[in-house]
């Protein structure tokens, strides 16, 4: 598995977490990075995504404002901090990479769980 989610955890409505994903076995700094996450019973969705120049980034709607996604190139990783966390925010998340001339996605993490309560 080339990508390790990481970071997860029980936090209460209000709080923070920070989401790590680090790349091994080959280099993802040409790559487009996303963040997705599933919830009990839903399908899942995207969260947000950064170019491999760190300059370009994407939100879903839900997490404008609250979410950040960041990366560091040089120690292949990247990261989501959340802010402002809410219940609905509960879900497993996964870190994935793309080819920036594609939209499919084809490395995986394995996911890290993130439980907000009210």
């Known amino acids: 598995v080339p990508l390790q989610a990481c970071g997860g955890g029980l936090v209460q409505a209000g709080g923070s977490l920070r989401l790590s994903c680090a790349a091994s076995?080959?280099?993802?700094?040409?790559?487009?990075m996303g963040w997705f996450r599933q919830a009990p019973g839903k399908e899942r969705e995207f969260v947000a995504d950064?170019?491999?120049?760190?300059?370009?980034?994407h939100y879903a709607d839900s997490v404008k404002g609250r979410f950040t996604i960041s990366r560091d190139s040089g120690k292949n990783t990247v990261y989501l901090q959340m802010n402002s966390l809410k219940p609905e925010d509960t879900a497993v998340y996964y870190c994935?990479?793309?080819?920036?001339?594609?939209?499919?996605?084809?490395?995986w993490g394995q996911g890290t769980q993130v439980t907000v309560s009210s």
């Open positions: 994935a990479a793309r080819e920036d001339n594609t939209l499919i996605y084809d490395y």
């Open positions: 076995g080959r280099t993802f700094s040409r790559y487009v």
């Open positions: 950064i170019t491999w120049s760190g300059y370009g980034t």
